[in-house]
């Protein structure tokens, strides 16, 4: 029997909104009253008003945060009574699926199709492998002379704040409260005023699932507001940013200025997709270059911006990248056939706009896209767009785009492709197509980036760390290795004897 398609605009027109802060287990207004707009940018419309938090609701929270430490109300509990708790978390999560999913769509634009699929899931598992994670980790005791006893345990670190992006919200926010509180701690979690709906939602299931009020607090708000509040702050023990390398840069002054709390950042990335001549599939290059690059509208830090194809194949492979291209049309997000949705916002789109005029002003050639789509529907669409004849020093080569922009650059010696693959001040992701086993590993060792894809892009899951090296930021999300951001050692030493 061929399953119902879910009608995604009745459920979206049914669907309610709640822009209040979640402070102390419960939704409350901006202490100054103070809100601003969340539009959707399917169509412009706006969806609620959000609160706009600031010193004073910043204050409210980390007060909430600390005294629920203090407590230890969260931390006290045993690790797998923690584990349960976010089991459970992550089954409710589940359960709201289409609700979140919903949400994410119209907040941010992002496909329905993709929201329900990979969004909603991948938050839900991020939170119910920390869970399961952490009553399976051991602490150590350090090989001592008979005369001492000397343990080495983690602790919690205390209060954690936690800055997330508008591209990825909800998954985004689960890579950093996940093992935050598994290990104990305490959160206030600042999303993007672009896209803070779905992290709302999340702190109310969350408290639903069982997680102590004043555990998980989320303060909606302006970078400037109630992002540097946080930062700021001498009562958070920890913050976790994600975002532009511009803001992640006073993020880590703002930690030194204030209280040296310990500054972890996930910032942008230029990352380089490397194909060579003796790829062992074409085919599936092409596939994973052209799907990457405008997988999210190509609002991914990580994304493949930068190609660089062999001379030999170049030809043949653009030949098959522009017969994908009609794929990736933008079209209505809440359509389950639609793959590529809108551009978060007004000033998004301007900004990729002016990337593709200047890509054109400074000599590369336009394949595909460039221009504005679906101008009637009043959202923000864009073709995606292909450069061909790109040098190394245009802009579009240069800085991160942030959008569904492609840049071609074609190489005849590897040794140099590599050299302008790392002329970057980013290190985020990069990849290498090659069967030559020697030259991949080479390759891989050659390339400066957290991550380096072999024959393939994009392709991880939880159980390896992500993050990059350079201005890509510094710490890794994901992976037991997240622990370690959100947890000290502690050694205590017993004289025997």
């Known amino acids: 029997m061929q399953k119902q398609k879910t009608d995604w605009h009745a459920q979206a027109a049914a669907l309610q909104f709640d822009g209040r802060a979640f402070i102390d287990g419960q939704r409350v207004a901006a202490q100054s009253g103070a809100t601003f707009a969340c539009l959707s940018p399917l169509d412009g419309r706006k969806l609620t008003d959000a609160a706009r938090c600031d010193v004073a609701d910043v204050n409210a929270a980390v007060a909430a945060a600390r005294a629920a430490f203090e407590d230890r109300r969260w931390a006290g509990l045993a690790p797998g009574a923690r584990k349960r708790v976010l089991v459970k978390f992550a ?127 989320v303060v909606p708000g302006y970078g400037h507001e109630a992002g540097s509040a946080l930062a700021l702050h001498m009562d958070v023990d920890c913050i976790g940013f994600t975002g532009s390398t511009k803001v992640g840069k006073l993020i880590v002054q703002y930690a030194g200025q204030s209280n040296l709390k310990r500054a972890w950042t996930e910032l942008g990335g230029k990352s380089a997709n490397i194909v060579c001549a003796d790829c062992p599939d074409l085919d599936a290059a092409v596939a994973a270059s052209i799907g990457s690059i405008y997988f999210n509208q190509g609002e991914s830090c990580n994304a493949p911006s930068r190609l660089f194809v062999e001379e030999s194949i170049k030809t043949q492979f653009l030949e098959k990248a522009l017969a994908m291209m009609p794929a990736f049309q933008p079209g209505d997000p809440l359509d389950e056939a639609t793959v590529m949705g809108a551009i978060v916002d007004s000033i998004q789109l301007k900004t990729v706009l002016g990337y593709i005029e200047s890509g054109q002003s400074e000599g590369a050639k336009l394949l595909s896209g460039g221009l504005q789509q679906r101008t009637g529907s009043g959202g923000y669409f864009v073709a995606p767009t292909l450069f061909d ?26 040794d140099d492709a590599i050299r302008q693959a790392n002329a970057t001040t980013y290190g985020l992701h990069a990849a290498i197509w090659t069967a030559d086993l020697n030259k991949a590993v080479q390759t891989a060792r050659a390339l400066r980036a957290g991550t380096v894809h072999v024959n393939s892009y994009d392709e991880d899951d939880i159980t390896v760390p992500f993050g990059g090296v350079k201005q890509s930021g510094n710490g890794r999300d994901k992976s037991l290795h997240a622990f370690d951001k959100y947890t000290e050692l502690k050694t205590t030493w017993i004289r025997i004897g």
Request: proline share 7%; aromatic share 6%; net charge negative.
């Open 91 to 217: 089954d409710l999560i589940l359960q709201h699926r289409d609700e979140l999913a919903l949400l994410e769509t119209l907040d941010m634009g992002k496909p329905i199709k993709y929201s329900r699929s990979v969004d909603v899931p991948s938050t839900a598992n991020c939170i119910r492998w920390y869970g399961e994670a952490v009553d399976k980790i051991y602490d150590e005791i350090a090989p001592t002379a008979d005369t001492a006893l000397a343990l080495v345990t983690r602790e919690p670190v205390g209060v954690v704040a936690a800055i997330v992006p508008w591209n990825y919200p909800m998954i985004m926010a689960a890579w950093k409260i996940a093992p935050a509180l598994a290990s104990g701690n305490s959160i206030v979690l600042k999303p993007s005023e672009k896209s803070p709906l779905s992290a709302l939602r999340l702190a109310e299931i969350a408290l639903e699932a069982g997680i102590p009020a004043g555990v998980f607090n």
């Open 389 to 414: 004849g790109v040098d190394s020093t245009m802009t579009i080569a240069r800085e991160e785009i942030f959008g569904p922009v492609l840049s071609v650059i074609g190489f005849t010696d590897l």
